[in-house]
Every structure is written in structure tokens, then in C-alpha cells.
T-cell receptor
Framework: NAGVTQTPKFRILKIGQSMTLQCTQDMNHNYMYWYRQDPGMGLKLIYYSVGAGITDKGEVPNGYNVSRSTTEDFPLRLELAAPSQTSVYFC???????????FGQGTRLTVV | GQQVMQIPQYQHVQEGEDFTTYCNSSTTLSNIQWYKQRPGGHPVFLIQLVKSGEVKKQKRLTFQFGEAKKNSSLHITATQTTDVGTYFCAGLRAEDYKLSFGAGTTVTVRA
């Protein structure tokens, strides 16, 4: 049982480039989330989804896009990467909304 | 700004001692969750508190939810080196059902 799997683990992007962070879960959870973690700032919600085909903005959605075509997958798209998007990104899932969340291993992204 | 405040930001503890970290919200919470993140790792769920005044224990960890459901605490007794990491609280705001994470308390242990 893999839980929540994120790829890649590390990535360096140049300013203006685009990329997709992949996230998949095998627990059949309806709820999935994308967070970013900056030093000393805790976790900020970027986007979340309550089920396949349904997504909504979180606290810091600007510069990101998501899709949820299946229950398992919830990719995060960065368009026109900026240095302010340098962060550690975590994908998470939960059976019910905002209850016990299972986190992936994280993606450390640097934009230079 | 931070909706949920955690104090202290850093806690340096002598092995064997006790310590407490606090979580405070300006608004009433429906529930509060606690997570632990080891250095270089990902957050791992510890517990969820729902009821006013609720107290839950996990071995040496005691979690408490305030009577007004605006604050919470995590108390660790007889700290061990395995307790090293950052402890986050996450409060679910009753007014808009938004989950807000605190900035975390980073714990280091002196052997």
C-alpha cells in the first residue's frame, strides 16, 4: 500500500518554464490537496479537490492550476515559474474533508 | 496572516524533560489536528480533537482542546531524541470550514 506518491522529489526550474508535479493515491480517498511549505510559515493550501472532476482554490492559488480527472490523480501545474514559487510542495489526501490527511514525500522545487 | 498561532516557534529541550507547545486561534474551531514532521520528511497525522475540553493521550504525548474550542496544547513528557521534529497544529475554522495550519514548533533535544 503506497499511500500518496509524489514525483519528482527534486526539481530546478528556470524562470518562465512550466512543469507538472504529479500526485497519485491508492487509498480511494475523495479529498486531495496541494500545499506549499515555506520556512517558518507552516503549510499553505494551494488547491483542493472533493472528488473527480471537482476542484477549488485554496489560500494561495495564483500561478498554479490543477485537474482531477480520476479519483487517484491530482496533478499540479506551474505555468511561467517565478522565484516566489521556490518551495516544498506536498500533496495530501483524506477520506473526509479536512480530517486525518496523508501526505506524500514532497517535491522540493527551486526556481532560478 | 497566520490564522492559527503556535508558540513557541522553537523549543530546545534536555532529554528527559517535559515541554508544552500551544496553538491559539482567534475564531472558534470545529476541530483541531496535530501533525509531526521529522527533519527532511513529510507531515504525519498524530491526532484530531473535536469536543470542547477534550483530552487525548498517546503514550508520552497529551493533547488538549480548550473549553472555548479556540486553543489547544501538546504536552510531551520525558522527551526522547525520537521526539525531534516540527509539530504543527491545524485548526478547522467553524465559520467557513477552512483548515489553517500553524507555523509549527520545531523541537530539538539535548542528550
Amino acid at each position: 500500500n503506497a499511500g500518496v506518491t509524489q514525483t519528482p522529489k527534486f526539481r530546478i526550474l528556470k524562470i518562465g518554464q512550466s512543469m507538472t508535479l504529479q500526485c497519485t493515491q491508492d487509498m480511494n480517498h475523495n479529498y486531495m490537496y496541494w500545499y506549499r511549505q515555506d520556512p517558518g510559515m507552516g503549510l499553505k493550501l494551494i488547491y483542493y479537490s472533493v472528488g473527480a472532476g471537482i476542484t477549488d482554490k485554496g489560500e494561495v492559488p495564483n500561478g498554479y492550476n490543477v485537474s482531477r480527472s480520476t479519483t487517484e490523480d491530482f496533478p499540479l501545474r506551474l505555468e511561467l515559474a517565478a522565484p516566489s514559487q521556490t518551495s516544498v510542495y506536498f500533496c495530501a489526501s483524506s477520506r473526509q474533508g479536512h480530517t486525518e490527511a496523508f501526505f506524500g514525500q514532497g517535491t522540493r522545487l527551486t526556481v532560478v | 496572516g497566520q490564522q492559527v498561532m503556535q508558540i513557541p516557534q522553537y523549543q530546545h529541550v534536555q532529554e528527559g524533560e517535559d515541554f508544552t507547545t500551544y496553538c491559539n486561534s482567534s475564531t472558534t474551531l470545529s476541530n483541531i489536528q496535530w501533525y509531526k514532521q521529522r527533519p527532511g520528511g513529510h507531515p504525519v497525522f498524530l491526532i484530531q480533537l473535536v469536543k470542547s475540553g477534550e483530552v487525548k493521550k498517546q503514550k508520552r504525548l497529551t493533547f488538549q482542546f480548550g473549553e472555548a474550542k479556540k486553543n489547544s496544547s501538546l504536552h510531551i513528557t520525558a522527551t526522547q531524541t525520537t521526539d525531534v521534529g516540527t509539530y504543527f497544529c491545524a485548526g478547522l475554522r467553524a465559520e467557513d470550514y477552512k483548515l489553517s495550519f500553524g507555523a509549527g514548533t520545531t523541537v530539538t533535544v539535548r542528550a
